[in-house]
């Protein structure tokens, strides 16, 4: 009694409520001419940078780069020499969304982003939907942010393809997650 008259006596917030107030750390920010830029922590998630978009993530402590688009993709430029250039890491980790994926590629995704934790990173595609569904398999399974709460994080840095979606869910299933 003497506990419930000091402390009081609240209950525990809704899970809608402690899911909302985590999406609200996925923040959308304006820069340069990335149209979709989220950053959550120390992850930044955007669609195909320019050059001056380049030197401002690197500006921003950035030291990887992570392009999850095709080869084939034209970028405008030689992004891999632009980004070594800058004195930033460059890793190609293309995402087919027309491709079942296997269980490595989501598996080397999370182990980049669990080796970097805390340092600033940077995953791109064409658009956001590619590699915010990379980061998706990291937030659920390495956050251990609930699926549902990470993927409206996942929409809100720019997944929307559900041909996108599949694969990470495919592997999400695999791995035990409950979707």
Not at 32 to 51: A, E, F, N, V
Not at 91 to 112: G, K
Not at 132 to 159: C, H, M, N, T
Request: hydrophobic share 35%; with cysteine; glycine share 6%.
């Amino acid at each position: 009694l003497l506990a419930t008259s000091i402390f009081g006596c609240s209950s525990p917030p809704k899970a809608s409520q402690t899911a909302r107030k985590t999406v609200s750390q996925i923040r959308s920010v304006k820069a340069g001419d990335m149209s979709t830029l989220s950053r959550i922590g120390s992850i930044w998630i955007s669609d195909q940078p320019t050059k001056d978009d380049l030197v401002w993530i690197r500006d921003n402590q950035v030291s990887v780069v992570i392009d999850t688009r095709m080869r084939f993709e034209d970028r405008g430029f030689d992004e891999r020499a632009f980004v070594v250039s800058l004195g930033m890491d460059y890793r190609a980790e293309p995402l087919n969304n027309e491709m079942d994926y296997s269980i490595d590629y989501f598996d080397r995704a999370r182990e980049t982003f669990i080796s970097r934790r805390g340092v600033p990173t940077f995953i791109h595609g064409e658009t956001a939907d590619r590699p915010a569904a990379v980061w998706l398999s990291f937030r659920v399974l390495d956050d251990r942010v609930p699926y549902s709460q990470a993927l409206e994080e996942a929409k809100i840095a720019g997944l929307s393809n559900p041909k996108t979606i599949s694969p990470v869910n495919q592997y999400l299933l695999y791995r035990g997650v409950d979707i």
